[in-house]
């Protein structure tokens, strides 16, 4: 819901921040967790968030399909994909916006991913803008210790690079490395996760010219960084940090297709790689 807000015109912008505060709620609270096996979408997100995006002029359709959640995920809150419309969304209106997210947080789950990017991600008549995606945690949190193993790790990450194939290189592909966690153990194998991505990047796994890092754990073990609340997940300061990066870059990116074409990836490589690698950003 961070993204949401953000993305709104200042004064509605401001209307749904005055919502929030009345009822003492943040973004990430949208879709608190309630059990892997709810169905029913009206019982899913909080009132309290949603009801100001949709008076802000947000529109929500939940997914319940076969490429929705993840059947293989070692942990998975199955039906919480759904799309969110701005302004008619992008298939409507120039103007429009168009948010889709599935829950799919294991770094390479084959049936799920696999599913997902060929029926529903990568068809022709699909157009993404930008492609986010953050994995890793759940990793730590729930695999075995030898699939934490560089090798596997690293072997997982080609088989979702693979995937990503399908998108032209005139969509931004966008990767968030995990958050720091309070748990030694999984602290442990953040970093080796963390590192494959940035390692896999660098040597232009996830395709040159249009991918871009952002090393979660750098964001959230820098100075002055918010604590978890429950030691593993953030409140919205740190998903408001993650957006704003992302606007900044999918700015640079843009006006470089605009401008020329596939060209543009020296001086998108220049403008964010040189400048907003202390941020935890950087571009390949």
Same mark, same amino acid.
């Given at each position: ?37 709810? &169905?029913? /979408?009206? %019982? ?6 949603? !009801? $100001? ?7 929500? =359709? ?92 690293? &072997?997982? /990450?080609? %088989? ?6 399908? !998108? $032209? ?7 968030? =490395? ?107």
């Amino acid at each position: 819901a961070d993204f949401m807000h953000a993305a709104l015109p200042l004064e509605l912008r401001h209307n749904v921040s005055l919502a929030w505060n009345a009822s003492s709620v943040q973004g990430y609270e949208l879709f608190p967790p309630i059990g892997k096996h709810e &169905t029913d /979408f009206d %019982r899913m997100y909080k009132k309290e968030v949603m !009801f $100001p995006l949709m008076n802000a002029g947000w529109n929500f =359709t939940n997914l319940l399909e076969k490429s929705s959640g993840c059947r293989d995920c070692s942990s998975s809150y199955v039906n919480i994909d759904y799309f969110a419309e701005l302004f008619g969304g992008n298939t409507r209106s120039a103007s429009g916006i168009t948010y889709e997210f599935s829950w799919k947080p294991d770094i390479f789950a084959p049936e799920a991913d696999t599913d997902g990017f060929t029926h529903r991600f990568c068809p022709p008549n699909r157009r993404y803008d930008i492609v986010f995606i953050g994995r890793g945690l759940h990793d730590a949190a729930f695999k075995s210790d030898k699939l934490i193993e560089h090798s596997a790790v690293d &072997t997982r /990450f080609r %088989r979702l690079a693979g995937l990503l194939k399908c !998108f $032209p290189e005139t969509t931004l592909i966008i990767l968030r =490395t995990p958050y720091v966690t309070r748990s030694e153990k999984e602290q442990e194998r953040l970093l080796n996760i963390t590192e494959s991505m940035i390692n896999l990047a660098r040597n232009g796994t996830f395709g040159l010219n249009r991918t871009l890092l952002i090393d979660g754990h750098l964001l959230t073990a820098s100075t002055a960084h918010p604590e978890s609340f429950d030691g593993h997940h953030y409140d919205s300061r740190v998903a408001q940090s993650v957006w704003r990066l992302i606007f900044f870059a999918s700015a640079q990116f843009f006006v470089g297709v605009k401008l020329d074409g596939l060209s543009r990836a020296n001086s998108f490589k220049e403008s964010l790689g040189l400048h907003w690698q202390e941020c935890g950003i950087t571009a390949w």
